[in-house]
């Protein structure tokens, strides 16, 4: 009932959205594996326009640290690739998790990139792998607990 609930909410909040170009996400089983990038693909897209780029993660209590390292790639048409290393706060200095929503639950909607335009013509596939490492360890961690959802979003400037 609970999932329901979250989700006729984010629907109703979402379909009211007149900024959003696209808005997609795939769902993990409560961990992330070192292993599985998170890929989307936009078939098209104005090239005229600029745009503001997210990702947006959904995550529960299970989740054990206060940051997220995350390795992106922009990979465009033509077969260049931006790749980028980001690192997000999730968590209060106290503990408690940052974002929106009731409960266990909660959203974040971070900033990827900010006022862009897409120069080239074709399919853009933007790809986000998890990169947490505990501190005395250099290799990822295997199985990155409490990460329930990834989505990337793009959004309009205006």
Known sequence: MHKYLVFFISLALFSCDSKQ???QYQ????YWSKNNTISFTIKEIDTTKKYNLFINVRNNNNYPYQNL???TNM???KGKTITDTLE???ANPDGSLKGSGFGKLKENKLWYKENISFPE???YTFSIRQAMRNRE???AIDSLAGIIDIGFRIENTN
Not at 27 to 30: E, N, P, Q, T, V
């Open 21 to 23: 170009v696209y808005d």
């Open 27 to 30: 769902s993990l089983s409560g």
């Open 69 to 71: 390292f995350l390795i």
């Open 75 to 77: 990979n465009f048409p």
């Open 88 to 90: 997000y706060e999730m």
């Open 121 to 123: 013509k074709g399919e």
């Open 137 to 139: 360890d250099q290799n």
